[in-house]
């Protein structure tokens, strides 16, 4: 898996991964935050496994996250929530959090729970040691 940020063009609302700053193919220029990053991995499992979880970033839908995936998503200091949803369940236990000097980059884990009726995305920090190396 390469070094891959994601961000969400300011101008066409397209979700992808570049290796850095580049321009998007509306022609907008794509300037990655430098502030801090926010990375989460998705742990895996054989549930559900071809599904991928949406990702959700203060409300803002920031594409999908596949088993075993890994998202890294560059961000400026600031609060944020974690959202993220597997197929039809809408059920997520969201984290929220700061991205501030003193703790620029944010690790999650993330896992399905099964449930009866219903799935639930769970969302828990992490350390970079947990996170998987490239
Ligand atoms: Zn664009």
Do not use: W
Not at 62 to 86: D, E, S
Request: glycine share 8%; net charge neutral; charged share 15%.
């Amino acid at each position: 898996m390469a070094n891959l940020f994601r961000i969400k063009c300011p101008s066409c609302g397209k979700v992808i991964d570049i290796p850095s700053n580049t321009t998007c193919s509306c022609g907008s220029p794509l300037v990655l935050p430098e502030d801090g990053m926010i990375e989460v991995y998705r742990i895996g499992s054989p549930f559900g496994a071809a599904i991928g979880f949406g990702v959700y970033l203060n409300e803002v839908p920031l594409g999908h996250l596949a088993n075993t995936g890994l998202v890294r998503i560059p961000v400026q200091y600031g609060h944020y929530k974690l959202h993220m949803t597997q197929g039809m369940s809408r059920k997520c236990k969201d984290v929220e959090f700061d991205v501030t000097p003193e703790n620029r980059i944010a690790y999650f884990k993330a896992h399905l729970n099964m449930g009866f009726f219903t799935n639930t995305v769970v969302i828990e920090p992490s350390t970079a040691d947990q996170m998987p190396k490239n």
